[in-house]
Each structure stands twice: as C-alpha cells, then as structure tokens.
C-alpha cells in the first residue's frame, strides 16, 4: 500500500476509529492504486482527502410515544456524504446496529455504486437504532413520523431522496411519504420505494435481488459458464434474498438456503417461493415458520454468528449470494464454501464479505466475485429510473423497467469488467468496480472546483 493512502487511511482511524467505515475505505482506497499511479490529477488535487469526509452529517434525536404509551428515544441521522453526480442518493436502516460509523461505511460504498449505475445520483445513507421488529403498525407509523419530522427539513427531491435499507420497505416509505407531504405540502419524488399506486416504480421492491442475478448471469457468461443448474446458497431473508431466488429459479438454478439471525434453513429440494412470500411478505414471520410449514427442510438454529460459524455457508453449492448483511462471509466461511465446491459469490448485501474473505476470493483462479457495490447496484439504479419517472410524472410498464434494469447491470458488469482490463487486473471486479465508479466523481469533483 502507498503512504499517500496509507495515511488517508491512519487519518480515517484517527477521527472514526477502527470500525466498518475504515474497512470499506481500505477496500476502496487500496484498489484506487493504480488510477492514482497513472493519472497524478487527482492526488494534485487532493480528491481522497476530500471524498472520505461527508459534505454534511446530521444526527438528530427521535422521540415518540410507544404502545405502552411511554416516551422511547432514539438517534436518526443521514449521511450526506458526495453529491458531485447528484443529489444525495441511498437507503435509511432502521436496525439496532445502526450507528454513524455503519452509515458512514454504508454511504462510502454508495458513492461508488451509485456512480457505477450511469445514473445521476450521488451518495448517502440514514437511519436510526429503531428495531422495527416485532413492533405494532401503529407503534412503525408513529416513529416513522417522528423520524420524518427532523429528516424532511434536509430532504427534497433536488437535493437527497432516500430510500429503503434494511428494516425500512414499503410500508415504512408510506408512512415517511405521509408526513413528509403533511409537513412540507409536497407531493414529489423526494422518497424512493413508494407504492406502485402513488408514485412508485414497477420493479423496485424485486430490483436488488434481481440486478444480483443478472450481474451474475452476465459474469458467468463471459466466463462461459451459466447459471441453468446450479445449485445456490443464499442467506437473508428480506426482499433481496427472495428476488435473488425468485430470479435465479427463473433461469434455472437451485436456490436451497435462507437464513435470518436466528438461524437458517436447508431446503434441498428447493426453497419454495410461494410459502417464504407468504411468511415474510404477509406474516412478517421468521425463516423457522418456513421450515415448520416445508416438508424435507431443515432449521438449525445459531444463537450466536461468531467467526467462521454462519451456518449457511456450511450447506455445499455452486455458487453463493450473501444477501443478509455486512460482514455474514469470513474467512473460515469462504474457506468451507470453496472445499465444497463453491465457485462463484455474487453480493446481494452491503458488503457482506470481510477483506480477508474478498482476498481469499481475488486470490483462486478458478473463482468468480461480483462485489456488492457493482452486483448490488440495482436497487438504487431502479431508484434513480423512479425519479425519472417521477419528474416525468409518468409510468412505464413492468417489462420496459426490468429491461432497462437488467441494460444497466450488464452495462455495470462490462464497465467493471474492460476497467480492470484497462488497469492490467482482468477478472479483478473489486478493482475494476471501484476505479470506474471513483473515475466520475472525482472528475466531477475537480470539475466543480474546491468547494
Ligand atoms: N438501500 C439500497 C442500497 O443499498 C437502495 C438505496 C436506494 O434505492 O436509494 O443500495
């Protein structure tokens, strides 16, 4: 590693400490060699030093009355990190680990990603410590209200739309579109993930788990390889876990695993979509319902992920896509999944493997590794295609989304692909994904001066 790098990165650990925001910037800055190497612009004009500090960070308290009808407190913040492309661009995590330093990791990779979609977006992140889970609807709109109350006042369609993350979907975007509307008298594009009969887009809620697969078909088919009859490891179980396994059932693979925290489930003879639908979508139940209703699959439950035993990797497969989130793919897990035959990963997630696990990965010859931000990129990419239409004040139909979804990602996968090529790192997509999606926004950043 350089020392220029080297001390961006001692300066991350100085001001940020040593958490999932450094390692994302290592992963990031590290492949950022050779670019630097060959075009001295960007070192000249300091353009690191800037990009790893967000434009504007805001954390703000929430308060509100729980169905116990006492006061509950907690933090909501957003990341307003690089908007060079575009207005801020990213999800809201509503999780118990949310914290700044996972924001922040999680609107660092958004940059990229959101730059890789072609789209005008740039990138950011939210959220707040809220765990949605097991709450009442009522209990879910009050805090989503509350929420709505101090974000709306740095939101706007112009200046950053977020969207959904872990813990927030449609029903959480309704209820922040609600109060977003009664607190400005707007009626806009400001949120992504709406409804289809308010102003959202065909294809969003599938559009993650379904850009993973055709990023995938699209690397495995320059490799001469595809995806008809593969067998397939899968962990999650929110929308993109089930629109992976949706898509990759449609192109003829096998996907036999999801998982939640609590455990997961084998199902040999395939997962049946219907009934994960029927219990995630509608009960809002966990990955066990599944296996209770499901003759032949299996439940083990872990009662603690710690190093090396994500019991999901444990289940032999062609291939894998880690779609829970960050950090589910270790070394030992990789390890496992590669002696039982594993030979390809494609990242549902956000960053879902740890740099020893993406070395591990890089380093076999005979292994294919589509990294989250270009393989996850569709979600945000039919994010930005709802904004068009929003400001369009248009509709298009199922298939003219899916069509220019699955456009961006081959686009994406051969934008990754030629600019590892050009930087002598042919199959490196970690290298090529993170030069292309760096490329435009630090041309933007220099074009648009010291500011
Ligand atoms: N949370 C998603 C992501 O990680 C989507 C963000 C969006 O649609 O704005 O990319």
């Not at 609107?107 to 410590?129: A, R, V």
């Not at 396994?245 to 192109?251: A, R, T, V």
């Not at 979804?405 to 290298?431: Q, S």
Request: glycine letters at 12%.
């Amino acid at each position: 590693m350089s020392t220029y790098i080297n001390g961006i990165l001692q300066s991350i650990k100085q001001s940020n400490g040593d958490g999932v925001f450094l390692q994302a910037a290592t992963e990031v800055l590290q492949s950022l060699e050779p670019i630097l190497k060959a075009e001295k612009k960007y070192q000249n004009h300091n353009v690191l030093e800037r990009l790893v500090i967000p434009e504007k960070t805001s954390i703000f308290r929430v308060v509100y009355t729980g169905d116990d009808g006492k006061a509950k407190a907690h933090f909501g913040y957003r990341v307003q990190f690089n908007s060079a492309l575009g207005p801020y661009k990213g999800g809201l995590r509503f999780h118990p680990s949310v914290n700044l330093d996972v924001l922040k990791f999680l609107g660092f990779e958004q940059i990229f990603k959101n730059s890789l979609t072609g789209l005008m977006m740039g990138g950011g992140k939210g959220g707040s410590n809220f765990d949605p889970k097991g709450k009442s609807d009522a209990e879910i709109m009050r805090f989503c209200q509350a929420f709505m109350l101090e974000l709306s006042k740095i939101i706007g369609a112009n200046t950053d739309v977020p969207a959904g993350d872990i813990g927030v979907g449609g029903r959480e975007i309704g209820y922040m579109f609600g109060a977003y509307k009664k607190i400005t008298n707007l009626f806009n594009g400001t949120l992504t993930g709406k409804n289809i009969s308010w102003g959202g887009s065909l294809v969003r809620p599938e559009a993650t788990g379904y850009g993973c697969v055709y990023f995938a078909y699209e690397m495995l088919k320059k490799a001469k390889q595809s995806l008809e009859g593969k067998t397939c490891a899968v962990s999650g179980s929110g929308n993109v876990a089930i629109y992976t396994i949706e898509k990759l059932q449609e192109l003829g693979a096998k996907a036999v695993t999801i998982s939640d925290s609590s455990g997961f489930v084998y199902d040999k003879n395939g997962i049946d979509l219907e009934l994960l639908k029927e219990i995630k979508e509608v009960k809002r139940g966990r990955v066990s319902d599944y296996a209770k209703l499901r003759k032949g699959s299996v439940y083990t439950e872990v009662k603690k992920y710690t190093k090396g035993t994500n019991g999901v990797w444990s289940i032999p497969c062609d291939g894998a896509f880690p779609s829970a989130t960050q950090n589910e793919l270790n070394l030992n897990d990789i390890k496992t999944l590669y002696n039982n035959g594993c030979r390809f990963v494609a990242e549902g997630a956000n960053m879902p493997s740890t740099l020893e696990a993406i070395n591990f990965m890089l380093d076999k010859k005979d292994f294919l590794f589509a990294p989250a931000k270009a393989a996850n990129a569709g979600g945000v990419a039919t994010s930005g295609l709802e904004m068009q239409q929003n400001a369009a004040m248009t509709q298009w139909s199922f298939k003219e989304v899916d069509e220019k979804l699955h456009r961006i990602m081959k686009d994406i996968f051969y934008n990754t692909y030629e600019t590892a090529k050009e930087f002598k790192y042919t199959g490196n997509l970690v290298v090529g994904s993170n030069i292309a999606g760096f490329k435009k926004v630090a041309d933007a950043m220099i074009d648009q001066g010291y500011i």
